[in-house]
């Protein structure tokens, strides 16, 4: 059964640094686009980042403008883990962070196409 772990989260002040760990067991997820949501308390679930790779293509990366330059995603195929390495944290950017999986060919931002996440992490972020 494929799963989806992540680890990391924790209590930070602002201006600190995190960083968030997404195993995968169950299947090999090399090819799978794996991307970060968050959900903030009383929120809606935000895109925040995705990996992609394939072996033409190599590995392409997206994020959303409000943690462009301060987040950055990274992969690791051997050890089926995907990285969320988070820089110059700020108070809003505490949530829930949960790991995502999607089969699709190409980077989306919608949840819906994804196919498998992790129960989530909490990030917080004290100012």
């Known amino acids: 059964q494929a799963q989806l772990v992540e680890s990391g989260g924790g209590l930070v002040q602002a201006g600190g640094s995190l960083r968030l760990s997404c195993a995968a067991s169950g299947r090999t997820f090399s090819t799978y686009v794996m991307g970060w949501f968050r959900q903030a308390p009383g929120k809606e679930r935000e895109f925040v980042s995705a990996?992609?790779?394939?072996?033409?293509?190599?590995?392409?990366?997206y994020y959303a403008d409000s943690v462009k330059g301060r987040f950055t995603i990274s992969r690791d195929n051997a050890k089926n883990t995907v990285y969320l390495q988070m820089n110059s944290l700020k108070s809003e950017d505490t949530a829930v962070y949960y790991c995502a999986a999607s089969s699709h060919p190409t980077i989306r931002t919608t949840g819906t196409v994804y196919d498998y996440w992790g129960q989530g992490t909490q990030v917080t972020v004290s100012s």
């Open positions: 990996i992609s790779w394939s072996s033409w293509i190599g590995t392409s990366t």
